[in-house]
């Protein structure tokens, strides 16, 4: 059994926010890079060329590359021979998101609760999902959230007789009608199956693998691959400024679902697609 003391684990997610918000991956900076390469638009190519000097900056200057520094998502995946002392691990991601959010001077975005509207003041509770896994190590995955994306989400119940065509078509309306409001380029998470709930996650998830990387299915791959040059065919562009980049990429996930139903959500990823992982032994 392998121990984790619970103020490593602070330290760490309080780490994590400020490199999330202040570092953009090499995967979505490669992605600005090729995007630019290829967008037909002058307009888009201007804002693109914009992203990355925004990029640039935020990384040098140690300031966060957006001023929506976002809702604090994990997916931790917890070994059942891994235990944490000195507190609840929740607990410690909180304290950490607290702790990160303070010290990087990145803007409290977390009400209370949608009734009241009042700010929370430490931009938590952070949004956490667990999943038990083999082993003895602990793995954080954590993404800063934009608001205006996560606005322009949705997700449908369709009909099994809707088929993937209809399950397409609605994809795409998804993100025309978020046009220039989730501030693209776009990364599009799909969760297609599972249930009312499950599918939303499988849409999160989905958003956590690195831009350019293909589902390990081929279908799925090619699926992935036909709806990114669909959604780019839009012409919403960046910022919706008109051009050939609306979306970075497209990310699937599949699971199983009931014989009734075919559950479909798209939960759309600003530029700014903010992702940090580490593993503790």
Partial sequence: MREIQYQAIVDEVSDMCKRANYDLGDDVYSAFKKALSAEKSETGKEVLTQLIENADIAKTERVPMCQDTGTAVFIVELGQDCHVTGGSLVDAINEGVAKGYD?????????????????????????????????????????????????????????????????????????????PNACPPLVVGIGIGGNFERCTYLAKKSLFRPVGERHEDPAIAELEEELLNEINRLGIGPQGMGGSTTALDVKVEVESCHIAALPVAVNLNCHASRHQTTTMK
């Fill in 103 to 179: 010290e990087g001077y990145l803007r409290n975005s977390m009400i209370y609760n949608p009734l009241n509207r009042k700010n929370t003041g430490n931009n938590t509770p952070a949004i956490v999902h667990l999943e038990l896994v083999e082993g003895d190590e602990l793995t954080l995955h954590m993404t800063a959230k934009g608001g205006g994306a996560e606005n322009m989400s949705a997700m449908k119940m369709l009909k099994p007789s809707d088929g993937i065509e209809g399950a397409k078509d609605y994809i795409l309306s998804i993100v025309k009608v978020a046009g």
